[in-house]
T-cell receptor, first 111, second 112 residues
Framework: SQTIHQWPATLVQPVGSPLSLECTVEGTSNPNLYWYRQAAGRGLQLLFYSVGIGQISSEVPQNLSASRPQDRQFILSSKKLLLSDSGFYLC??????????FGSGTRLTVV | DAKTTQPNSMESNEEEPVHLPCNHSTISGTDYIHWYRQLPSQGPEYVIHGLTSNVNNRMASLAIAEDRKSSTLILHRATLRDAAVYYCILRRYGGATNKLIFGTGTLLAVQP
């Protein structure tokens, strides 16, 4: 069966520090992968999506970047975090035209 | 992407049915209607989806209007564990990315 792993679960980082969040999918190949962010009390915002290795599309210009170095690995990064980067970050994958499966999320607090 | 409109919040009593409405008047012929829910501090969870016909699964039922401009998610017997934000989303078939664009959803409170 397919599973999605996301880590860490929680993270507290100082302003100006770098960020790396990792997401991996098991049990499937060539999935569509997505990064979402949810600010406190807000809806989910699509940040990046990828349809294949090295293929990244950005939905919103911001302080973040994404990479897909392997078929089932999706990484969200920042060189210098801002306070506004705080939020709940979710990775998701989609095998087809139908359902998404989301990871358990990373709660990032920038202090 | 076509827009959906949902009430901000709804309340239900435990073990009673819940009807969560969604309006999508600008839906196109290739848009599927998806429902997800998000429990507190968790990622969204797929609930159900449909195109034209009503759909049933173990979690819920989806009733789609004949003109497809509205739909209703039906939870047949609400439990306390059904308290969540419910999102109605239109997803266009055939897109290479199959992006899900979330709105603000409906916050469902279930009273014991």
């Amino acid at each position: 069966s397919q599973t999605i792993h996301q880590w860490p679960a929680t993270l507290v980082q100082p302003v100006g520090s770098p960020l790396s969040l990792e997401c991996t999918v098991e049990g499937t190949s060539n999935p569509n992968l997505y990064w979402y962010r949810q600010a406190a009390g807000r809806g989910l915002q699509l940040l990046f999506y990828s349809v294949g290795i090295g293929q990244i599309s950005s939905e919103v210009p911001q302080n973040l970047s994404a990479s897909r170095p392997q078929d089932r690995q999706f990484i969200l990064s920042s060189k210098k975090l801002l306070l506004s980067d705080s939020g709940f970050y979710l990775c998701a994958w989609s095998p087809d035209s139908y359902g998404y499966t989301f990871g358990s999320g990373t709660r990032l607090t920038v202090v | 992407d076509a827009k959906t409109t949902q009430p901000n919040s709804m309340e239900s009593n435990e073990e009673e049915p819940v009807h969560l409405p969604c309006n999508h008047s600008t839906i196109s012929g290739t848009d599927y209607i998806h429902w997800y829910r998000q429990l507190p501090s968790q990622g969204p969870e797929y609930v159900i989806h449909g195109l034209t016909s009503n759909v049933n699964n173990r979690m819920a039922s989806l009733a789609i209007a004949e003109d497809r401009k509205s739909s209703t998610l039906i939870l047949h017997r609400a439990t306390l564990r059904d308290a969540a934000v419910y999102y109605c989303i239109l997803r266009r078939y055939g897109g290479a990315t199959n992006k899900l664009i979330f709105g603000t959803g409906t916050l469902l409170a279930v009273q014991p």
